[in-house]
């Protein structure tokens, strides 16, 4: 495990892969002197990463920053193995305890948590501000803002209209703030790297703009992805489609 602050620790699931860049990151949260922990993440069903995570117990609560199952499948695993309850936005990845509102604050092994919704990514997704004693807050973006790259706005209820009103609230909250991605190393300053997700968009929006004002408004998903996308590897392909596919339907509720 790898410490961030005294109250913030990462543990990395060994799942690297196009999608999960170097792996999925588990968080540890704990003040300094609390019996007990948080995990943020509980990752992929991999019995070592979850022993490993059950280790650092004992376990209070889990945490879900969003459905997918590089981050989730490790949940009903890690309960069985601590008895914590499993929270997340969706019902569906909640074992034994409620869903997230938006704006909830938790008090758990010595640290504040806020449920900060961050839709976009997918519609589920969200984001934690924690606050440790004596210690400077720290933003969990999940898959909203990673440690390097982009993200994909993913099927089927990601948006970007919304992952564009996430990235504001997350300026807001995350000026000059450390943040802890799902995926890739820490950010030092979540507001700048906001303010450069936010210009990528904007980049590719207007390329896409260009492709469908040279092609036509007709111009499918494909067509896009062999003009703006020519020069990505292989293997990403498929979460460029599904970007392309959340830019247009962007524009055409636009117009």
Same mark, same amino acid.
């Given at each position: 495990?790898?410490?961030?602050? /005294?109250? !913030?620790?990462?543990?990395?699931?060994?799942?690297?892969?196009?999608?999960?860049? %170097?792996?999925?990151? $588990?968080?540890?949260?704990?003040?300094?002197? $609390?019996?007990?922990?948080?995990?943020?993440?509980?990752? /992929?069903?991999?019995?070592?990463?979850?022993?490993?995570?059950?280790?650092?117990?004992?376990?209070?609560?889990?945490?879900?920053?969003?459905?997918?199952?590089?981050?989730?499948?490790?949940?009903?695993?890690?309960?069985?193995?601590?008895?914590?309850?499993? #929270?997340?936005?969706?019902?569906?990845?909640?074992?034994?305890?409620?869903?997230? #509102?938006?704006?909830?604050?938790?008090?758990?092994?010595?640290?504040?948590?806020?449920?900060?919704?961050?839709?976009?990514?997918?519609?589920? $997704?969200?984001?934690?501000? !924690? %606050?440790?004693?004596?210690?400077?807050?720290?933003?969990?973006?999940?898959?909203?803002?990673?440690? #390097?790259?982009?993200?994909?706005?993913?099927?089927? %209820?990601?948006?970007?209209? %919304?992952?564009?009103?996430?990235?504001?609230?997350?300026?807001?909250?995350?000026?000059?703030?450390?943040?802890?991605?799902?995926?890739?190393?820490?950010?030092?300053?979540?507001?700048?790297?906001?303010?450069?997700?936010? $210009?990528?968009?904007?980049?590719?929006?207007?390329?896409?703009?260009?492709?469908?004002?040279?092609?036509? /408004?007709?111009?499918?998903?494909?067509?896009?992805?062999?003009?703006?996308?020519?020069?990505?590897?292989?293997?990403?392909?498929?979460?460029?489609?599904?970007? !392309?596919?959340?830019?247009?339907?962007?524009?055409?509720?636009?117009?």
């Amino acid at each position: 495990m790898g410490g961030v602050t /005294p109250s !913030v620790t990462v543990l990395r699931a060994d799942n690297p892969g196009p999608m999960t860049l %170097d792996g999925t990151r $588990s968080v540890v949260l704990r003040a300094p002197g $609390s019996p007990s922990c948080v995990v943020v993440d509980p990752g /992929p069903d991999d019995d070592t990463h979850l022993r490993a995570l059950a280790a650092a117990g004992p376990v209070d609560l889990v945490l879900v920053t969003h459905r997918h199952a590089d981050h989730t499948a490790g949940s009903p695993r890690l309960r069985e193995l601590t008895g914590a309850p499993v #929270r997340a936005a969706d019902p569906e990845h909640c074992h034994g305890g409620a869903p997230l #509102r938006d704006g909830e604050v938790i008090e758990a092994a010595g640290v504040r948590i806020e449920v900060v919704a961050t839709p976009g990514h997918t519609g589920d $997704s969200v984001s934690f501000r !924690v %606050d440790g004693p004596g210690e400077a807050p720290v933003v969990l973006t999940g898959d909203t803002v990673l440690g #390097r790259g982009t993200t994909v706005i993913a099927e089927p %209820d990601g948006s970007l209209a %919304d992952y564009l009103h996430s990235l504001d609230v997350l300026e807001r909250l995350g000026a000059g703030r450390l943040a802890v991605p799902a995926h890739g190393p820490a950010i030092e300053d979540l507001g700048a790297a906001v303010q450069a997700y936010r $210009s990528h968009r904007l980049e590719r929006l207007a390329q896409v703009r260009a492709v469908l004002a040279a092609l036509g /408004p007709e111009a499918t998903v494909d067509d896009v992805v062999a003009h703006v996308y020519a020069d990505v590897d292989a293997a990403v392909l498929p979460a460029a489609r599904q970007s !392309v596919a959340a830019q247009l339907a962007y524009l055409r509720a636009e117009r």
